[in-house]
């Protein structure tokens, strides 16, 4: 079993940055695929960014190429998603993901733990 917390989310101006992080419980943090998906209102959830076990193998939606940035930290179990330039399009609630193993890809389903998810809200 894996527990996710999220936290970093907040309302910044369209440009501005955020840091997002995610805490988790596994053992095993580090032979865990971890993702960054996000949910609009009324949307489908969207994947963001992915980073395999070992930071062997990262990977980026195409709207959020170059300006957010997936990173871990194995020595505290802790994912981060650095994000600037925001754009009033990234609103969205942010969750973390993991599975076992290599990434699965994009397919949000196959991810089988999740955070609650932190608000990111930017106005223009």
Known sequence: QVHLVESGGGSVQAGGSLR??????AYTYSSYCMGWFRQAPGKEREAVARINPGGIGIFYTDSVKGRFTISQDNAKN????QMAS???EDTA???CAAVSGS???WTSSRYIYWGQGTQVTVSS
């Open 103 to 105: 990434c699965p890809g």
């Open 78 to 81: 802790t994912l981060y998603l």
């Open 93 to 95: 609630m942010y969750y």
């Open 20 to 25: 997002l992080s995610c805490a988790a419980s």
């Open 86 to 88: 925001l754009k009033p």
